[in-house]
């Protein structure tokens, strides 16, 4: 089995995948990144995350890494290194084919999700795209017809824009973060609905705004747009512009290019 870890600002994400006869996700888990969290610490929440999907440690036989913060990364390997004996591939790192290419100013430069959300689409048979990935920030990415990642556009993500909103402005409340699927509750009538309000249907609204924005140009104007990220299913019902969601996007692109990596 292969063991998938997508290492993100906010969460990290490890999935087990079997790929005997076909690719088939075993189990998930998301934890909360902490820069500061040891190999040692990791362990045993692993283990028991394993324990509770009943799997052991020895059965999994190849890691793919891809991790756009450095201090976890650091952290994640360390426990790799001393608790599974096994060499990871890392996205990003050395001798590791990507199978696409990266069409941007410095190739470098492009986060490692953003790489395998790209690599995924085209996998799936799902490219041309517009894929938008809702975590800490909010990123469409142009993916090309041949998998090629071709620069895309970063903006807030909604959880940060609602902590900074609290954060900033002394007399307003911290609010949770809900869908909205009536169109009457636009207007807010007290402060907590309007910033509801001003949340949500703003990103619904700069969504919508920046994929009509992109599709205008005839080049991308067929692309189908995919929605990934822990967030993706809040704004399900608020937005036509999205073709299909797809949560596991960036797991199973780890897999696919574990795959193409290693032979099996």
């Not at 490890?14 to 088939?24: D, Q």
């Not at 207007?187 to 907590?192: E, L």
């Amino acid at each position: 089995m292969i063991l998938v870890i997508d290492c993100g600002n906010t969460n990290t994400v490890f999935a087990l995948y079997s790929y005997s006869k076909k690719i088939e996700q075993c189990g998930c888990w998301r934890i909360n990144n902490d820069t500061k969290r040891t190999a040692d610490m990791y362990y045993p929440w692993l283990l028991q995350m394993l324990d509770l999907s009943n799997f052991k440690i020895k059965d999994i036989t190849g890691i793919c890494i891809a991790s756009v913060v450095p201090e976890s990364l650091f952290n994640i390997k360390s426990l790799i290194r001393k608790y599974f004996k096994i060499s990871p591939l890392v996205v990003g790192e050395e001798g590791m084919d990507l199978g696409l290419k990266v069409n941007i100013d410095n190739p470098k430069e492009a986060g490692a999700d953003r790489i395998v959300n790209s690599y995924a689409t085209e996998k799936l048979g799902l490219s041309p795209a517009i894929v938008i990935d809702f975590g800490t920030a909010t990123t469409f990415d142009l993916v090309g017809e041949d998998g090629s990642y071709n620069g895309g556009i970063i903006a807030p993500g909604i959880n940060l824009s609602l902590e900074s909103l609290y954060m900033a402005a002394a007399s307003l409340p911290r609010v949770s973060l809900k869908a909205l699927t009536d169109r009457s509750s636009i207007i807010g009538k007290n402060t907590i609905n309007a910033m509801e309000s001003g949340i949500f249907w703003g990103y619904v609204s700069m969504i919508e705004g920046l994929i009509q924005k992109i599709k205008s140009n005839d080049d991308y104007s067929d692309y189908k747009v995919i929605a990934t990220g822990g967030l993706s299913h809040l704004f399900k019902k608020s937005l036509s512009c999205v073709d299909l969601i797809r949560d596991d996007l960036t797991l199973i692109g780890l897999v696919y290019l574990y795959l193409k990596n290693k032979s099996v």
